[in-house]
């Protein structure tokens, strides 16, 4: 029972990323504001902020204790104002079910695919 708790919260944990990755780039390209994708290695944590910390979009996920970054430090993603970035790669890692969630960030247009 106890797995199946674990696996239910990582899945609404990466779709709560994935909507917060979708909101923070239409969120960029309509009102033409830079934004910052960051995650704190040491506090496990997500945010999507406005580039300038208004507070206009701001979001955090706070990672269940079984779900981490497989890279083993911080990692930043900026998007410009018209929402486009540099292509990256983002990964999590799952100490439930051994998983690892592999997700590349399409060059310019910010799309993520999974793989």
């Known amino acids: 029972m106890q797995n199946y708790r674990q696996q239910i919260e990582e899945k609404q944990t990466i779709n709560q990323f994935k909507v917060n990755w979708h909101n923070m780039l239409n969120y960029s390209y309509l009102n033409k504001r830079r934004t910052t994708f960051f995650y704190e290695y040491d506090t496990n944590t997500m945010t999507f902020n406005d580039y ?30 018209n929402g486009a970035n540099s292509p990256r790669t983002i990964e999590l890692k799952s100490t439930a079910t051994h998983r690892i969630y592999h997700y590349a960030i399409q060059m310019m247009w910010g799309e993520l695919v999974e793989k």
């Open 52 to 81: 300038t910390r208004s507070g206009k979009f701001s979001q955090e996920i706070k990672l269940p204790k079984t779900l981490k970054s497989n890279r083993g430090h911080d990692i930043t993603i900026n998007v410009s104002e």
